[in-house]
């Protein structure tokens, strides 16, 4: 074996390492949010969407350090900025509160909900670093097509397995949401993430990573990658999929939660980690799959089980249910779960043929597609904003909706019609 393969091979197992941490510490959103929903009701989803939004602030700036630094140093960078973040989320367990800082919507907001939410802000800023990192990089290593598609999805595997974990974990470790629950019940979580973060650290600043922008001439852009209509409909494809992948188990999560019964914040945790099970299954499924069955076709038929799948659930009675722990529990959560095998391949698919002939464009492009993550902020918090006003099922028309435009992109608007800008 070569050198330079044996490098490869160790680039795809560590970029597959830090694909499995970003979900790890994306998915303490929702969980940690039923923990500040028995106070702050308004609040559910607000460190999801802090999460989130810095991936507005954060994408393009990724981008640009990606071209400076180069892959390695923008993931060393970023793992140290999510410690930081994690050991905020932990201050807020200890420190703040009592101490009012405002008022909102006639409850007052204390300092230790603040000191959380800035937690979860640059938690947003470390994953949307390593975010912008791992996908280019794993296309490259796979040379782009179906085959970067499939290394894609191997990483993707690794994050759901660990997506699969967290919401579990946390079911587990809470219980039953009550008055006296806070973020101390979660804080092995914290630490388990900054130990991972920084045992990571040690491990990527001792291997070898392809820098192919390093060392380098600086390519001159003529244009922006969203000059590329394929790029442009993509851009808007995984704003709306990042917000289908959050807000299914999000929203069931709350549901299963708020029927109140004694442990439903761990059913609802189980049901939720089941979704992102179900996203594991699927990608490994998709990536021994991707390098014979092209993406487009993949996409296709993914988003439309996903659309039925939905509408099943909505249309289903309540009065259907199944029994766990002594509970009954609606039989179309089921269904709402096992649309994580749906989305299970959307974003390396949307992606891979998103970036699909953009050469030099690539690694721009890849800081676009990291600000448009924010959409699994802001989608979330108005599908939540439809359940409290017309009920949880009913907010899941939303992401249908959704579903509809991915499946569109999938048929129509993945195809390049800019193979006249030059990319070299």
Same mark, same amino acid.
Request: with cysteine; proline share 4%.
């Given at each position: 074996?070569? +050198?330079?393969?044996?490098?490869?091979?160790?680039?795809?197992?560590?970029?597959?390492?830090?694909?499995?941490?970003?979900?790890?510490?994306?998915?303490?959103?929702?969980?940690?949010?039923?923990?500040?929903?028995?106070?702050?009701?308004?609040?559910?989803?607000?460190?999801?969407?802090?999460?989130?939004?810095?991936?507005?602030?954060?994408?393009?700036?990724?981008?640009?350090?990606?071209?400076?630094?180069?892959?390695?140093?923008?993931?060393?960078?970023?793992?140290?900025?999510? /410690?930081?973040?994690?050991?905020? +989320?932990?201050?807020?367990?200890?420190?703040?509160?009592?101490?009012?800082?405002?008022?909102?919507?006639?409850?007052?907001?204390?300092?230790?909900? /603040?000191?959380?939410?800035?937690?979860?802000?640059?938690?947003?800023? =470390?994953? =949307?670093?390593?975010?912008?990192?791992?996908? *280019?990089?794993?296309?490259?290593?796979?040379?782009?097509?179906?085959?970067? $598609? +499939?290394?894609? +999805?191997?990483?993707?595997?690794?994050?759901?397995?660990?997506?699969?974990?967290?919401? !579990?974990?946390?079911?587990?470790?809470?219980?039953?949401?009550?008055?006296?629950?806070?973020?101390?019940?979660?804080?092995?979580? @914290?630490? #388990?993430?900054?130990?991972?973060?920084?045992?990571?650290?040690?491990?990527?600043?001792?291997?070898?990573?392809?820098? *192919?922008? %390093?060392?380098?001439?600086?390519?001159?852009?003529?244009?922006?990658?969203?000059?590329?209509?394929? =790029?442009?409909?993509?851009?808007?494809? #995984?704003?709306?999929?990042?917000?289908?992948? #959050?807000?299914?188990?999000?929203? %069931?999560?709350?549901?299963?939660?708020? %029927?109140?019964?004694?442990?439903?914040?761990?059913?609802?945790?189980?049901?939720?980690?089941?979704?992102? !099970?179900?996203?594991?299954?699927?990608?490994?499924?998709?990536?021994?799959?991707?390098?014979?069955?092209?993406?487009?076709?993949?996409?296709?038929?993914?988003?439309?089980?996903?659309?039925? @799948? @939905?509408?099943?659930?909505?249309?289903?009675?309540?009065?259907?249910?199944?029994?766990?722990?002594?509970?009954?529990?609606?039989?179309?959560?089921?269904?709402?779960?096992?649309?994580?095998?749906?989305?299970?391949?959307?974003?390396?698919?949307?992606?891979?043929?998103?970036?699909?002939?953009?050469?030099?464009?690539?690694?721009?492009?890849?800081?676009?597609?990291?600000?448009?993550?924010?959409?699994?902020?802001?989608?979330?918090? /108005?599908?939540?904003?439809?359940?409290?006003?017309?009920?949880?099922?009913?907010?899941?028309?939303?992401?249908?909706?959704?579903?509809?435009?991915?499946?569109?992109?999938?048929?129509?608007?993945?195809?390049?019609? $800019?193979?006249?800008?030059?990319?070299?």
């Amino acid at each position: 074996m070569s +050198q330079e393969k044996k490098n490869n091979i160790v680039a795809i197992i560590t970029m597959c390492f830090i694909f499995a941490m970003i979900s790890f510490v994306t998915n303490m959103g929702a969980p940690f949010g039923n923990i500040w929903g028995f106070t702050y009701p308004f609040a559910k989803a607000w460190g999801n969407l802090m999460n989130f939004a810095a991936y507005l602030f954060m994408g393009i700036p990724a981008g640009k350090m990606l071209i400076k630094y180069g892959y390695k140093k923008t993931a060393l960078i970023a793992l140290i900025v999510g /410690i930081v973040g994690l050991a905020l +989320q932990y201050l807020s367990s200890i420190a703040g509160e009592g101490t009012y800082v405002f008022t909102y919507d006639g409850i007052p907001v204390a300092l230790n909900l /603040i000191i959380y939410l800035l937690g979860a802000f640059i938690c947003g800023f =470390c994953v =949307c670093m390593l975010n912008t990192v791992v996908n *280019p990089m794993l296309n490259i290593l796979g040379g782009g097509g179906n085959k970067g $598609n +499939q290394y894609i +999805q191997i990483g993707g595997t690794m994050n759901s397995l660990t997506a699969t974990l967290t919401p !579990l974990l946390t079911g587990l470790l809470v219980g039953t949401v009550t008055a006296e629950t806070n973020m101390g019940k979660v804080s092995p979580l @914290l630490f #388990i993430g900054m130990a991972v973060f920084a045992i990571s650290f040690f491990i990527i600043s001792r291997v070898d990573i392809p820098e *192919p922008t %390093l060392g380098k001439e600086k390519p001159k852009y003529e244009h922006s990658p969203i000059a590329f209509r394929h =790029c442009l409909l993509g851009v808007i494809a #995984i704003f709306f999929y990042v917000g289908i992948e #959050i807000g299914i188990p999000m929203e %069931l999560n709350f549901y299963i939660t708020n %029927l109140g019964f004694e442990g439903s914040a761990a059913i609802g945790g189980t049901l939720a980690a089941s979704y992102w !099970l179900m996203m594991l299954v699927g990608r490994a499924s998709s990536s021994v799959l991707s390098g014979k069955v092209s993406t487009k076709l993949q996409l296709t038929v993914v988003s439309s089980v996903a659309i039925i @799948l @939905l509408l099943i659930a909505i249309f289903l009675p309540e009065s259907a249910t199944f029994t766990v722990s002594g509970h009954d529990v609606p039989i179309k959560t089921i269904f709402i779960a096992a649309c994580g095998l749906c989305t299970s391949i959307m974003w390396g698919g949307i992606f891979n043929l998103s970036v699909e002939g953009l050469g030099k464009y690539t690694e721009a492009a890849s800081g676009i597609f990291m600000t448009m993550v924010v959409g699994g902020g802001i989608m979330p918090l /108005i599908q939540e904003a439809i359940a409290k006003s017309a009920g949880p099922i009913t907010s899941y028309w939303l992401v249908i909706a959704m579903l509809a435009y991915i499946l569109f992109y999938a048929l129509i608007g993945c195809k390049n019609v $800019n193979k006249d800008i030059p990319v070299d």
